[in-house]
């Protein structure tokens, strides 16, 4: 059972994660579900009730937190348990599973956090995306 509490009122930053699978380099697993983990749990993080999320372009492309710490026994257990779940052609499945693990992890982390800074916080797609009042549009051959 979740709570109120518990729950989000608004997915649209692990939703851009989640969209954003298909812009990855066709590289291999492990590296697409990297990147949509570490996304995932800096969303996640920044979700938290009550947490703040400020804005600091010198606090380079990933600090520690929102982004998980590459040692963080929690980020290796979810890379882990994705890698045993999947095989090596089903990266995007194995990316949706670590995300939403990851957006799990990253926000336990959050609601303890008093607050800290992202490089790209107050851009107009991600103050969008946060604050819940972004769209989507999905595009077919050049036709919306």
Not at 85 to 97: K, N, S, T, V, W
Not at 117 to 131: H, I, K, Q, W
């Amino acid at each position: 059972m979740i709570s109120e509490r518990a729950a989000t009122p608004n997915f649209q930053p692990l939703i851009q994660v989640l969209l954003g699978l298909g812009e990855f380099p066709r590289t291999d697993l492990r590296s697409i579900v990297v990147s949509a983990t570490v996304h995932a749990w800096a969303e996640g993080h920044a979700s938290a009730v009550g947490h703040v999320l400020g804005s600091d372009p010198d606090r380079g492309e990933f600090p520690v937190p929102p982004y998980p710490h590459r040692d963080e026994p929690a980020l290796q257990a979810i890379l882990s348990r994705a890698a045993k779940e999947f095989g090596p052609d089903e990266a995007e499945g194995a990316a949706l599973y670590a995300a939403g693990l990851a957006w799990a992890a990253g926000r336990r982390e959050g609601a303890d956090c008093p607050g800290c800074v992202l490089g790209s916080a107050d851009g107009e797609v991600a103050t969008a995306m946060r604050r819940g009042t972004g769209r989507f549009r999905f595009d077919v051959d050049g036709r919306a």
